[in-house]
């Protein structure tokens, strides 16, 4: 068997704790272990240890399967941020402004974010219509391709 990895279960909870990034703790176990590790055993640890999800997935708020060539831009950037808002999850107060700002500008150009997986921009800001109810513009169906890990399947 192999020899494990993760040298200190508490320091690694501690820094989940703390809002460390998988980069972060791979940087730290780099510098201070000389052990080299992957995100994924970062994601893996938090499953096995029951520790809360680090994203806030929304499929209200995102209810797109994203092209990977649109997951990068803004307005998603910005949903994220209010997903974690939403969920209770902590944001920086770098991300706090700029998210304050972004719903600021939807407010005044009383506009909401619609996505178009079949165009190069993917997000556009559209008019506010009488139908909408958030800060996006529902799809006629929802095409989220996962499912929120945090709902039960019977919801």
């Keep these: 068997m192999p020899a494990k990895k993760i040298q200190d279960e508490q320091e690694v909870i501690r820094w989940f ?3 460390w990034t998988y980069a972060e703790m791979t940087e730290e176990y780099r510098q201070k272990y000389n ?3 992957k995100p994924s055993a970062w994601g893996n640890f938090r499953y096995r240890k029951g520790l809360d999800r ?3 997935r929304d499929d209200e708020l995102i209810p797109w399967a994203v092209k990977k060539e649109h997951r990068s831009l803004y307005p998603l950037m910005m949903l994220r941020l209010e997903a ?3 969920a209770g999850l902590p944001n920086d107060e770098d991300k706090t402004k700029r998210l304050e700002s ?3 500008m939807l407010e ?3 506009a909401v974010v619609h996505y ?3 165009t190069a921009d993917g997000f556009f800001y559209v008019p506010r219509e009488d139908g909408d109810d958030d800060i996006i ?3 006629e169906r929802v095409t989220t391709l996962r499912r929120n890990a945090d709902k039960k399947v019977d919801d």
């Design 108 to 110: 005044e150009e009383n």
């Design 35 to 37: 052990i080299e590790m």
């Design 116 to 118: 178009d997986p079949d």
């Design 102 to 104: 972004w719903r600021a």
């Design 84 to 86: 974690r808002k939403r």
């Design 17 to 19: 704790e703390e809002g």
């Design 137 to 139: 513009r529902r799809p």
């Design 54 to 56: 680090r994203i806030a």
